[in-house]
T-cell receptor, first 113, second 110 residues
Framework: NAGVTQTPKFQVLKTGQSMTLQCAQDMNHEYMSWYRQDPGMGLRLIHYSVGAGITDQGEVPNGYNVSRSTTEDFPLRLLSAAPSQTSVYFC????????????FGQGTRLTVV | KNEVEQSPQNLTAQEGEFITINCSYSVGISALHWLQQHPGGGIVSLFMLSSGKKKHGRLIATINIQEKHSSLHITASHPRDSAVYICAVKEKGANSKLTFGKGITLSVRP
């Protein structure tokens, strides 16, 4: 029972490079989301999806793209990495609806130099 | 915009002590989550509440919807309880979106 799987766990990028953070869940959840966690701040929503083929922006979407071609996968793409994107990234999934538990991945620690 | 405030900011306790962490929010919600994050680790859901009280082992979570306030209590604290505790709320009508507090860093000394 894997839950939410995020890869990689650690990544170092040079400014301007692009990369994709992978997120997969095996619980058939409709809702998936990406957050970034920075010191002294709560988790902030980057992008989210309510189902395959449907994505929307969250609070801090600039510099990131997402797609949701399947229910299981929700990759996050950094188009041209900047030092301001140094952060810890979390993917989460849940059923749609009011009172459903959220499941989180293990996080990706990204450093942009 | 919903503000989620957690207190105290950081907390150090002695093993065995009873610990209370608080969370307050500013708008109506449909559910509140308590999450735990160990250093360098992932985030784990401890409780989801929409009313009343829930208990799991040494952890108790309560919520007062009218006062827009929730508490997480840890009885007989242990060094393995050292972690960041995060409160997150789901606003009414917000589908599945969560708004997070900044988290409280708890350190339990042996």
């Amino acid at each position: 029972n894997a839950g939410v799987t995020q890869t990689p766990k650690f990544q170092v990028l040079k400014t301007g490079q692009s990369m994709t953070l992978q997120c997969a869940q095996d619980m058939n959840h409709e809702y998936m989301s990406w957050y970034r966690q920075d010191p002294g701040m709560g988790l902030r929503l980057i992008h989210y999806s309510v189902g395959a083929g449907i994505t929307d922006q969250g609070e801090v979407p600039n510099g990131y793209n997402v797609s949701r071609s399947t229910t299981e996968d929700f990759p996050l793409r950094l188009l041209s990495a900047a030092p301001s994107q140094t952060s810890v990234y979390f993917c989460a999934s849940s059923w749609l609806g009011m009172n459903t538990e959220a499941f989180f991945g293990q996080g990706t620690r990204l450093t942009v130099v | 915009k919903n503000e989620v405030e957690q207190s105290p900011q950081n907390l150090t306790a002695q093993e065995g002590e009873f610990i209370t962490i608080n969370c307050s929010y500013s708008v109506g919600i449909s559910a509140l989550h308590w999450l735990q994050q160990h250093p360098g680790g992932g985030i784990v859901s401890l409780f989801m509440l929409s009313s009343g009280k829930k208990k799991h082992g040494r952890l108790i979570a309560t919520i007062n919807i009218q006062e827009k306030h929730s508490s997480l209590h840890i009885t007989a604290s242990h060094p393995r309880d050292s972690a960041v505790y995060i409160c997150a709320v789901k606003e009414k009508g917000a589908n599945s979106k969560l708004t997070f507090g900044k988290g409280i860093t708890l350190s339990v000394r042996p």
